[in-house]
């Protein structure tokens, strides 16, 4: 089977432009998105107690808020978590530093007397307030310095234009991604940032497999314009990039279908991730490059660069 | 043509029988076991296992083996869980207090792997249930502690030098002594340089008044250490009181600076665990002062400068503030009947320096009281302090004695094993906490495996179908990949997380990008009109630097996931950047083997199935 059987001859570069108003309009809109929706920060975030509760028989939800409000916890919100019989209570942090066991033996108790059936506690969780505030800044740290070494490995390898147009093709990423998080409310938790950083690396994997056909091709291709042989090196390699979109994404969607809640969110953020990704590296790498003026001159020699800069007119 | 040399065929077929070898023992699940061990500060006596072994045989319980697993751990599998259950019961009768009896799981690994060093992956606490905690040292209050040992020290050097003060106290973080003249304060500095307990101290003079003060705050150097090592005696601590609990294979270890993570796989009883985990409960011993009259104390709010006031029975008493023994001179600890009086109460046992100072004390004081100060660090900062007995010592006594004036037989139970864990050092906070029920865990292993064998199968039929010969030789590199990841992360010891199943999972979907670069490229070389032993040549060489390059800007990002992430996270870089290490050796090696075996002997092949 081949789906691009006839060499693909699309003008990527020749719609650059309303590609990357679209692709800024993103990213705009990501940006209004964050602080306004704001993402939906998990337990490792914000800190406080979180139980997950399985009952024998559905509960009713105003039943479950009763009996919590009748053992002293008003301020908890409560949700189903994967099956109708299982919820998830949150409870924002307290003053009164309650450990998380007793609060959970607390609501399994008081459930155990107001329901029919068994009662069995799943899971609970406690993250005490400076761990949240570290783990948020050990995030954006982190996220910062991938793409430092990134931009260091890039312009080692090919030139600071390429570095420039991945790390921007990156963020772009990255931002997208976010605003996505924040508009589908999905719980943002740290599986949360590793999918994310597993989507940085993703997105420049993708975007580094077109920088290196476009490498080779400069110099075989020197008397086609700049925007020719980009256009040429993302036909080339269209295929390969749609294709192991394609077996990522079905080992993506087995974990978002089979792996369950714990990883549900991981799997859901890596699937819109990769879909954007998949396209920042044709529409946004690549026409960024072009806008940062590159040309064959900027992978040969430093010497050699200098001297045809001369002898050009 | 396209051909390798023998030597790299057998370097992988070697490669792939060494990572089949380590991956296997993940096949052989686990047996229902029980862990003997014994308490602190006993030793397991060479009869132990034949009273275990009769002991079974007398309840008519079979082994399925046994093992001395270290110098004071036994473990004993069986059949099944019922006769684990059983087993654990009968065996803690007939060994008695001094051991724990741990329910465990054993990994089934056979005895000639084992040998070679295979061992399966452990199990993360989210795939077998159980508790983590993040456990924060409480640096504040350790300091005030650190500050009131200082105070107590200084007095006694003054006073052991004749010299009278003022006063010396603890205030605003630091220390502040008040000397008489001049001449008086000199000789203070002279001692406080001159004393090793009182080192680490940065001394400065207060501007002269009524008074010659000193102050002296505890210095960087100082602090660092008291960190430093308060940490070490709270993990030794934790670790002892763990083991009190008989959890199976718990985690103890440094996390930061500051921090202990505690894991404990498998613990049914999360409530009672973190009672002996989180208390920071510690025993002092101090004289009762019986010069002062405690009510007109108790009325004036005039307390005697070297006493406190407590209330003991409702009553209130005044106790010195030089404290004779605390508890981490104690070095056992066990809970009975008294006696004489039948009421509850502890036994102790200090260590020598703590039996030396007992002796001294209770020498020049028969006849005088000594209370005990029992004090808990509640969570949140309260500190509790209650005065849980007060005894005329009727005799010196050093290194053993008893405790009475408890409630009831399970509270001298309780006391006598958090005196047997020890105290901690410095009190400590928990940071973090997750805790993981079982049937959470089963459901967890059973979602991953799935997903994993789902994804794994749904690229495998993909790549079959578009890619067909070629697809099929990449499937035997990504067959090979994953077993190569599993031999690697049960070689490494590695604990394989829910996350880390998701690394697995990308791994499959990511690590044939590879062969997808290498076919479209051949495809690519074919459609230029090109041979194909050519093409296969030219699409594998001209594929290799866009492999290269954009797998290591993943493993860059990986890397950076590896440093900063914390638990879940580690868990999934490290199967990441690991699956993409295989990849690279079964994808570009690998195929390229398989592909030469089939094609490369051949003159002309008519069409390349890719």
Same mark, same amino acid.
């Given at each position: ?152 490995? #890039?312009?080692?390898? @090919?030139? $600071?234009?390429?570095? &420039?147009?991945? +790390?921007? !093709? %990156?963020?772009?990423?990255? *931002? =997208? ?84 809640? #714990?990883?549900?969110? @991981?799997? $859901?953020?890596?699937? &819109?991730?990769? +879909?954007? !990704? %998949?396209?920042?590296?044709? *529409? =946004? ?29 | ?610």
């Amino acid at each position: 089977m081949d789906f691009f059987k006839k060499k693909t001859n699309f003008d990527f570069m020749g719609k650059r432009k309303p590609i990357l108003a679209i692709s800024a309009l993103f990213v705009l809109a990501s940006l209004i998105m964050l602080p306004t929706l704001g993402l939906n920060l998990g337990l490792d975030f914000t800190g406080g107690t979180e139980i997950e509760v399985r009952f024998e028989t559905p509960p009713q939800a105003s039943q479950v808020r009763e009996s919590l409000a009748k053992a002293g916890m008003d301020n908890a919100v409560v949700q189903t978590f994967g099956s109708p019989n299982e919820i998830l209570i949150r409870i924002p942090p307290q003053d009164e530093g309650e450990a998380a066991d007793q609060t959970a033996t607390r609501v399994i108790e008081a459930f155990k007397a107001d329901f029919e059936g068994d009662v069995e506690m799943r899971s609970s969780g406690f993250v005490g307030p400076q761990v949240g505030e570290e783990l948020t800044e050990q995030g954006i740290l982190a996220m910062i310095y991938a793409l430092i070494g990134i931009f260091i490995y #890039v312009l080692f390898r @090919f030139q $600071w234009r390429f570095s &420039v147009a991945a +790390v921007l !093709a %990156t963020v772009h990423d990255l *931002f =997208v991604t976010m605003g996505a998080l924040a508009l589908f409310q999905i719980s943002f938790d740290l599986t949360v940032v590793a999918a994310l950083l597993a989507m940085v690396g993703y997105s420049l994997n993708d975007t580094v497999v077109v920088f290196d056909r476009i490498r080779e091709n400069f110099p075989r291709l020197g008397k086609l314009s700049s925007a020719e042989v980009i256009n040429r090196s993302l036909n080339e390699t269209l295929s390969r990039t749609v294709m192991t979109s394609v077996t990522t994404q079905l080992t993506l969607i087995a974990l978002y279908i089979f792996g369950g809640e #714990v990883i549900s969110a @991981f799997a $859901w953020t890596l699937i &819109v991730g990769i +879909v954007i !990704a %998949t396209f920042s590296s044709i *529409f =946004v790498a690549s026409p960024i490059l072009l806008l940062l003026g590159v040309s064959k001159y900027d992978l040969v020699q430093v010497e050699k660069e200098g001297a045809s800069l001369d002898a050009r007119p | 043509m396209n051909q390798y040399p023998p030597w790299k065929y057998v370097l992988i077929v070697l490669v792939v029988l060494i990572g089949t070898l380590y991956a296997l023992p993940n096949m052989y699940g686990d047996d229902p076991a029980i862990q003997v061990t014994t308490t602190r500060g006993f030793t397991m006596s060479s009869g132990t296992s034949g009273v275990i072994d009769d002991a079974l045989a007398g309840a008519g319980i079979s082994i399925k083996s046994s093992e001395q697993t270290t110098d004071n751990r036994l473990l004993y599998r069986f059949h099944d869980a019922e006769a684990q259950l059983h087993a654990a019961d009968v065996v803690q009768k007939a060994l008695g207090e001094t051991y724990v009896v741990a329910l465990n799981l054993a990994h089934a690994t056979p005895d000639w792997l084992r040998a070679i060093g295979g061992r399966p992956m452990t199990l993360g606490l989210d795939l077998q249930g159980g508790v983590h905690f993040l456990m924060q040292l409480d640096m504040d209050t350790a300091r005030s502690q650190a500050l009131d040992r200082y105070v107590d020290d200084l007095r006694a050097a003054l006073r052991d030098a004749g010299l009278r003060y003022v006063s010396v106290r603890a205030e605003g973080g630091g220390l502040v002594a008040q000397l008489r003249t001049e001449a008086d304060r000199e000789q203070a500095l002279t001692i406080i340089k001159g004393d090793q307990s009182l080192q680490g101290l940065e001394v400065k003079e207060l501007p002269a008044g009524e008074t010659f003060g000193l102050t002296a705050a505890i210095n960087e150097q100082q602090l660092m250490a008291l960190q430093q090592t308060a940490l070490k005696q709270n993990i030794t601590t934790l670790r002892n009181r763990v083991n009190e609990l008989g959890v199976a294979e718990p985690i103890i270890q440094q996390q930061g600076a500051d921090r202990v993570v505690v894991q404990l796989p498998g613990v049914q009883d999360m409530v009672e665990a973190k009672k002996i985990i989180g208390a920071t409960a510690t025993l002092e011993y101090r004289a009762v002062d019986e010069t002062n009259d405690p009510f007109s104390a108790q009325q004036t709010g005039r307390v005697p400068a070297d006493s406190r006031l407590y209330t003991y029975q409702g009553n209130p008493i005044l106790l010195k503030k030089r404290l004779i023994v605390s508890g981490d001179q104690l070095i056992g600890a066990s809970g009975g009947f008294d006696q004489q009086g039948g009421s509850p109460m502890v036994s102790v046992t200090l260590d020598g320096v703590g039996a030396s100072r007992m002796l001294e004390f209770t020498r020049d004081s028969v006849g005088n009281r000594m209370a005990v100060v029992y004090i808990e660090q509640k969570p949140g900062g309260q500190k509790v302090e209650d005065v849980i007995s007060v005894a005329v010592i009727r005799e010196p006594f050093g290194k053993r004695f008893q405790t009475t004036g408890l409630d009831s037989i399970q509270e001298a139970s309780q006391l006598a094993l958090l005196l047997r864990a020890g105290a901690l050092a410095a009190p400590m906070e928990i940071a973090f906490q997750r805790t993981i029920g079982p049937s959470l865990g089963r459901d967890n292993i059973e979602r991953g495996f799935k997903s994993v064998v789902i994804g794994f199968v749904a690229v495998l039929i993909f790549m079959v179908v578009y890619y067909r010969s070629f697809g099929m030789i990449a499937n035997l590199a990504l067959a090979a990949n994953v077993l190569l990841l599993l031999a690697l992360l049960s070689m490494l010891g590695a604990t394989l997380t829910m996350p880390g199943i998701a690394g697995i999972v990308l791994t499959v979907g990511m690590a044939v990008d590879a062969n997808v670069l290498i076919n479209e490229r051949i495809r690519e070389e074919l459609r230029n009109g090109n041979t194909p032993q050519a093409s296969i040549r030219a699409g594998y060489e001209k594929a290799f630097s866009a492999i290269a390059d954009s797998n290591i800007t993943t493993l860059i990002a990986a890397f950076v996931l590896f440093l900063f992430g914390s638990g879940p996270v580690k868990g999934f870089a490290v199967t990441l950047s690991l699956g993409l290490l295989t990849s690279m050796f079964t994808a570009i090696m690998g195929t390229r083997a398989v592909v030469n075996l089939v094609y490369g002997g051949r003159k002309r092949i008519a069409k390349l199935g890719v």
